[in-house]
């Protein structure tokens, strides 16, 4: 089973869900509508906004795509290369989103509060979230989150993963998410994530079972996460719908949703979509990290110029296809040449290769016999 055929399908998902979130920000998310449209969700899109309000799933299959994905792209990897990844994968793009974002908010906006100058330096480091400054676009606090995954599979990843290392990290996770919700402790629960680490230690145990085979213990640990992602989605639900939509929102479609996200990437994890070669699918997933990036606040800005000038669904297509674009141009003028420039950067020197190889391993020596004396 190649990572060709693996890839096209979670590129699929990953493109569904950026989609999504594009759909319940322009269309769903009741604020940001009604300041960019100058209507209400329902007024605005009576029957489409039935669908969108549930965009914000997308977040979590997201999440439950990284697991995955993040322990397959490591498998084989110490931890400085897993530093390196991550660096060369997120900042890139990151950094110009923000750059785009920022400037555009500054320049053709006072419909949105602008964010300070020192404000918009931090958010260069992602720091933002946990030093409590304003984030440039409201989609970045998904970043923390990820970067709170990845300071704990670090840790793993220093050991070195095995099957039997990464099941363990999983359930001590697992258990530590249970100890952190009755504890209520700050520091603890921004580092265990407690309402998001379900999705995470799914999408690694499924990444588990699909290197090495079906295991009741790895089905198990999924079969806990996805009781505990629907009672999740099943409160965040109701609580979407009356802070952020301000009218009820059934759970049960988002139930049946994270059903359906369980039931897909259970899927790939038994080979049932390697057929999927769409080469298609890889392009796009390519382009979903940037257009999750700059769509949100770029996109209110367009909709708010273009909305008393094109009909509302001329208007909404111009405004996804520019974002799409927007995306495209990212990835190609910026993401792929300074990923390409930190790679070179940060790669290892020979000499650094070769003291390596020779400094040796404690952990590893063993005890040499002893001699008799003459």
Known sequence: MGHRNRLAALDGLRLCAALGVVAYHFTGFEPGVRKAWGLSATDAFP??????????????????????????????????????????????????????????????STEYRRVSLPDALLNLTMLQRPLGARSVDGVYWTLWVEACFYVLFAGVVWRGLTLYRVSVFCYLWLIAVVIAVPAKTPLF??????????????????????????????????GVCFAMAVHHVHGLAIQVGREDLHRPLSPVPAVLAMAAFFAVMSAIALGWL???????????GLLTYPLYLIHEFNGWVLIHALRDHLPRYVTLAIVTATVLAGAWLLHHLVERPVAAFLRRQLAPRPQDLINQRRAPDLRDEKPRPRVPAP
Not at 73 to 80: K, N, P, T
Request: glycine fraction near 8%; include cysteine.
């Open 189 to 222: 629960n921004a580092v265990v994530q407690p309402r998001w680490a379900p999705y995470f230690i799914a999408g690694v145990a499924l990444y588990l079972i699909h290197r090495f085979g079906s295991d009741i213990k790895l089905w198990g640990l999924v």
């Open 274 to 284: 390697t057929r999927i070669r769409w080469r298609w699918l890889t392009t796009a």
């Open 47 to 108: 029957g489409l906004t039935t669908f969108t309000s549930y965009g914000w799933l997308g977040v979590e299959l997201f999440f439950l795509i990284s697991g995955f994905v993040i322990c397959m792209s490591c498998w084989g990897r110490d931890a400085g290369a897993f530093f390196r990844s991550r660096v060369v994968r997120l900042f890139p793009a990151y950094w110009a989103a923000v750059a785009v974002t920022f400037s555009v908010v500054a320049l053709f």
